[in-house]
């Protein structure tokens, strides 16, 4: 496989309704002929995100984020162009031609595809085991016990691997997978001798998807408690999966969070699934792995207000401390479920019902606010020592947040409830911000290098060269009317800065009538080139006479081009290497030159 052809990339933006794909993310409010809503590539409050459905693309006016439907999935879902054209193109039934073969990409894409085809097969291999299987009595058993049975296992495609690595293996080779496949997908290892072994034994199968509702890995929990055995087992990482990326359910809780605005982020995969079983069901759960700034920018594509609800117990605090200081600098509003100490979401709905929990979820409160309460609780504010103490602890948290108002409001609630004064608890977050802003910097700076080389900036282009970049891709008769004085426009396209961007509209003709075609070859050029176009007016409008345009631009670039000779000219005349001879004959050209440029 290698580049997808134009042809092909303008086929999957016409099928595809762009409407459509950023609503599944994001909620949208109509605004005149257009769609609004706020920015998810930058905190905002105000909506600055505009989505028009005629043109098929999207602005965002706050950050200058725009583009077509490919630009937006590839930005949120950190996807590479040719990846999500392939996305787009089987969910709207479209073949794509792929003109270049590039063995290194078929490769990465066939190891890729093995991989998800492993996993697919044995979800379905340890779910189907789950529900048939005499052998897995006891994990229906301890399914049972949860309150859960078949109805909820296939739904969420539960399963059980055997308690024997024979059993899993001669599936697997009777399903065609090679060992290293095997390997590769964490599915299998091997031992000191070299032999193959089962990773996940006897264990409740809990398939992880990715975003597109692909199983790339899998949670494996024990039945019955063993020593030194964890309770959860975890695929390894992968070429399809990394721990720190992956929310638990994003799959099925992206729309309902994109819609509500809101994210229920739980511990564990049960308490997750408890949640959609009763109706919540834009909770999710980070997996296997602490809290992760990929994770936090992830929740916050999705939903403003972040809804935690972790454990109430000294570790859960801490893990929700850590969910707060890598959501707070996204500018989000996050909340805490005050549950009962020792419970957790599934726990509480066994005893209390699920009306009950979804009320909790309804009524939580600002972090801090639970916070402080709970340390009220636990004794933590009896004496000035740990008062100072905790009072540390909410400072570094306050230093976090990004929105300034916000964040002066919550200092101010703070020191209320913690009975100190406001403005040294100011000061105290103030340093700690500046403290947090140099290591921030710090790390930026670190980045900005390692990125420095990789980032390119937009092709200059001549301003001539832009209008009539401008007119070729807003008006149909423009762009004809261009085309036929091609001939007079290549020396200019050869000399001006952006003159190959110029060159290649002429050549490929994509339609000004068509948004999809516009939007096809804009996603056809390098990044460069196509960032230079979008600071452009692209956008159709009526020229009220259309050839004197055309006129006025062509000799526009003649005159520029005839410009940038002349100063060459003048540049070589300064040299003091030119000799006598071409000195006269550069004085005899430039007057020419000049004294026909008088006429223009």
């Known amino acids: ?3 997808i052809d134009e042809d092909s990339i303008r086929r999957v933006l016409e099928a595809t309704d762009i409407v459509d794909v950023v609503g599944s993310y994001l909620s949208l409010k109509r605004a005149g002929s257009r769609w609004k809503a706020c920015c998810p590539f930058h ?14 693309n999207f602005k965002c006016f706050g950050c200058g984020e725009g583009g077509s439907a490919i630009t937006f999935v590839m930005k949120m879902e950190n996807l590479g162009f040719a990846d999500t054209v392939r996305r787009l193109a089987e969910k709207a039934g479209i073949t794509l031609v792929e003109e270049v073969y590039d063995a290194a990409e078929e490769k990465r894409r066939k190891a890729r595809t093995a991989l998800l085809v492993a996993h697919k097969k044995a979800a379905e291999f340890f779910h189907r085991l ?8 006891e994990a229906r058993a301890y399914l049972n016990s949860r309150g859960y049975g078949a109805d909820m296992a296939k739904r969420w495609q539960v399963g059980w691997a055997p308690d024997s690595s024979r059993e899993f293996l001669a599936w697997a080779r009777k399903e065609g997978l090679p060992d290293q496949v095997l390997i590769d997908s964490g599915l299998a290892n091997r031992g000191e001798r ?7 034994r006897d264990r409740l199968m809990f398939p992880i998807n990715n975003v597109y509702g692909e199983c790339v890995a899998f949670s494996g929990r024990i039945l019955r408690p063993q020593e030194n055995v964890g309770k959860y087992v975890n695929s390894p990482e992968t070429s399809i999966f990394k721990k720190g990326d992956v929310v638990f359910a994003l799959d099925r809780a992206r729309g309902p969070m994109g819609k509500s605005g809101k994210a229920l982020l739980c ?6 699934i408890a949640c959609h079983e009763a109706g919540i069901s834009f909770a999710v759960a980070p997996l296997g792995t602490a809290f992760t700034p990929e994770h936090a920018r992830t929740l916050s594509r999705y939903a403003s207000r972040i809804v935690v609800c972790f454990d109430a117990d000294k570790a859960g605090m801490a893990a929700a401390d850590r969910a707060f200081r890598e959501l707070a600098p996204f500018g989000k ?3 805490l479920v005050n549950l009962p100490e020792g419970d957790d979401p599934d726990s509480f709905m066994k005893r209390e019902g699920k009306e009950a929990f979804s009320e909790m979820v309804e009524q939580a409160r600002p972090f801090f606010e639970v916070r402080i309460e709970r340390a009220k609780e636990r004794g933590l504010l009896t004496d000035a020592a740990a008062s100072a103490a905790f009072a540390r602890e909410m400072t570094a948290l306050l230093a976090c947040m990004s929105d300034p108002v916000a964040r002066d409001l919550a200092t101010a609630d703070v020191a209320t409830r913690m009975r100190t004064t406001v403005n040294d608890l100011r000061s105290a977050v103030r340093t700690a911000g500046r403290r ?10 670190r980045a900005a290098a390692a990125e420095v080389s990789q980032t390119q900036p937009p092709v200059k282009m001549d301003r001539a060269v832009a209008v009539l970049c401008e007119l070729s891709l807003q008006n149909a008769r423009a762009q004809g009317l261009i085309v036929d004085r091609i001939e007079e426009l290549l020396e200019p396209m050869r000399m001006l800065q952006g003159g190959r961007i110029l060159k290649k509209i002429l050549a490929r003709l994509p339609s000004p009538d068509s948004p999809a075609a516009i939007q096809a070859f804009l996603a056809s050029l390098p990044q460069p080139e196509r960032d230079a176009l979008n600071l452009l007016n692209l956008d159709p409008v009526p020229i009220p006479d259309v050839d004197r345009s055309v006129q006025e631009a062509c000799s526009g670039i003649a005159k520029a081009a005839l410009e940038r000779h002349i ?10 290497s030119t000799d006598a001879a071409r000195r006269l004959e550069l004085s005899k050209l430039s007057v020419d030159l000049k004294r026909l440029l008088g006429t223009m």
Request: hydrophobic fraction near 35%; avoid cysteine.
């Open 43 to 56: 905190n905002e409050k105000t909506p600055s995100f505009i989505v028009d459905q005629t043109r098929q």
């Open 267 to 272: 511990e564990g995969q049960l308490d997750v």
């Open 333 to 335: 509003d996050v909340y």
């Open 567 to 576: 100063a060459s000219l003048m540049a070589e005349l300064a040299d003091p």
């Open 130 to 137: 789950l529900l048939r299987s005499p052998k897995a009595a």
């Open 194 to 200: 070299g032999d193959l072994y089962a990773r996940f």
């Open 1 to 3: 496989m290698g580049r």
């Open 436 to 445: 947090k802003g140099r290591e921030q910097a710090q790390s930026a700076d």
